[in-house]
Structures are given as C-alpha cells and as structure tokens.
C-alpha cells in the first residue's frame, strides 16, 4: 500500500515536472498583465504584449471606468471601484483603447 501511494505520487510529480519543461521550452507561453486604473489614468501609457497574453485592468478609483478597444475587439465593461477585468490579446497590432465613461481615457497596447 505504501509503495502504491509513493508510485502514484513519482507520476504525478514527473507529470509535473513535464509540464513545467514544456511550458519552460516553448517561447511563448502566455503571460498576464496587469493595468491600474487610478486617478483618471490608464497606469501604463502603451503597454507591449506577445499575442495570446492577457491583460488585467483593474480600477481603483471611485469612478466607474472601462478599458474598451476603439476597434471593439475587447472591452472591459464597466469596472467599479475595486473590480478587475481580464481580456485576451488574440492577434498582432496595435491597440488604442479608452474609458467608455471618461473617453479622455486614452492608452494603447502593442501585441507581437
Ligand atoms: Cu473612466
């Protein structure tokens, strides 16, 4: 019984670890982002991401804001105060993207 459960354990650890060579190897696994909203601002002015990252925009303001693409290929929706978003980036390009409710909230994003 006691060399079952040590077996068992052996294969998921190297599982495991297999999984974490093959993320370790390949490139271009995704990473997540992260953007404040804080004080009417956007906190990264262009943010440069690889295609299939993600990006979490968070708000910390009292005022309702979005994080909303102007070519509509993510939006946020409206985050209150202390809400979080998490959108993926899908293709390459360059991204301008605003606050739906202050639409002086400008930023972009760079997706290779
Ligand atoms: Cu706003």
Known sequence: MFNKIRSSRFILASALGLALAMLAAGQSYAADHLVDIQSMKFSVPTLEVAVGDTITFTNHDAA?????????????????KGESATVTITTAGTFDYFCAVHPSMKAGITAQ
């Open 64 to 80: 309702p804001h979005t994080a909303t693409a102007r070519d509509g290929s993510f939006d946020t929706g409206r985050l209150a």
